[in-house]
DNA sequence: ATGAAAGCGCTAACAG
DNA sequence: CTGTTAGCGCTTTCAT
């Protein structure tokens, strides 16, 4: 079928090795020669098997991807930041779903392992006994983003969740809150969930708050939660501010407060987490904190190719945030 | 570094002729021999190289998919059918985006035919000569999604879009609109662009209007050409309805009108093209022609599988579209 | 039922 | 400067 090697060195009426030596201009080569073997590689547009390359190099130039949701706005720009930033090393990336779901990511992980990828990063929300032992197993260079999960070989990237939730929730009370309520991701969530509620708790605290006060709904990060816990915190206590833990929760819990006649900022002010595409398009637009999940994905594919490449890579990178003030909040 | 099966076949007392045979359950195999060497297997952990097989079968079991942009949540939700329908027929996926940029196609291309993969899936909107020639000079199943190219190796899958915005523009009259303008895509681009605002042409001659006075204008998709180009249509004419040639346009044209005070849908109707995440959300919630993109992946993915393993394929799939009717119309 | 050996397409070491 | 050879890790005849 395709051309190989050999039907390019017989065209070219030289050995497999100078053909080779010249595509990849390694060592010496006759002028004349090189000239005919690029006519013919012109002409035949034969390119290199790349699989048989990577037989003998052990390295294929890819990188194994996993996110719960490629769908997902965030993890789509994480995605693409990646990519581009692969590229442009020469690497290319294989992508994976999971839905968060723990044997999926495991299966992943060891298809990985079967195509030789030359690193992985991986975002998901647990490190089950099954990932440690896929890890320790392992010798290809891996990366998390968006935890910190505890093992010697990963390299992880994040943002600092707790102090950002806990300067968002400052914002919220310098900008006039007096009863903030959390509209939170699952604890078990160490991040999204639980770092971000533990920021919230600490300025709270600070404020003068006792513990057993705060008001605190746990979601699953849709907007559907965000507009169902609204409704439940609206009818149990009277709340002037809610921090979410991500955009679309907000937006759930904006809608709830729009469809029950609550005007947002002025009754009830509203802050999300992430600033997604639709927290500046949206009606009222959304104040949030920002991450930049494009500028995210290349960080982290800079830092597995450096560690691919041997180079000293710090084991946790931490990321910048930023609040974005718009129209739900005062 | 990782063990190979002559490692896995000295380790259970036999040759790597037989440890291949239990792996792949070819042949007979002895049930103490089996055992033994599943049992290695299962103590070492070892994954066959799929390089090393891919080199014998032929056969990668992977996919080329090139998009514009994955963070365009058309896009994502595209890739997300083809990467869970492609598992489930345990291929995985090399991702990788263009910006449309044909010369960073045809490098993909050229990558894809080196990593050898069993098939291609494209999105793009321009087929030019280089493209054509990559295609005549290569043995990969290629398949289009969203365009209409002439090629007789190519397998497309479309909604018809002249139809859908014929259906579109005629929902807008009967819903008492009498001034319609359209916001299009650039009309190289023979889907979205082209077709489209064909669709409204017919559909608007058909009402009995000369096209010298139909009002177009001609945008590039994104939310920002939107509101420009209804800010323009609103300087030089009266209009009580916008057909946009997608939802991003049609954000940016609400947006605009609510900026200058009109009401949408009493004043002006609007209406888009796609269901995009947003339209629901947005306040208004988008009336819109729905395209469901996850499902448009999956059966691009079985599609070409299909082809890969030699079944008989349509050269053409067209896709279903739904009309939506929202709060932008009365 | 099992092993030896050839070979997938390429590169690298070694002669010449 | 160039060709021959061995071998990456696996599968698959072909003998036994």
New interface residues.
Partial sequence: ??LNIKDIAKLAGVSPATVSRVINNSGNVNEENKERVLKVLEET?Y??????R??IH?K?N?LGIVVP???N?NF??F??GI??QA?SYDY??????SENNFNKEVECF??F????VDGIIFSGTRFTEKHKSELD?S?IPFLVFGQNFEHEKIISININNQKAAYDATKLLFSKGAKNIAMIGGPLWDRAAGYDRFMGFLSASVERGLKPNELIYEEGDFT?KSGYNLMKAILNKKKIDAILAANDFMA?GAI?CL?DLGYSVPNEVQVMGFDDNI?AE???PSLTTVKINF?EAGKIAAKAIIDKINKLKVDKYIELKYELVIRKSTI
């Fill in positions: 079928m395709s547009g390119k290199p098997n790349a699989l048989a990577g037989l052990k294929t890819t949701d490629i769908s706005i789509s720009e995605v693409k990519e581009n590229r290319n990336i294989i992508l994976t779903t060891e298809m392992k079967e195509k030789r197993n010798t907007i937006l809608k729009a639709i398009i949206y009606n494009y």
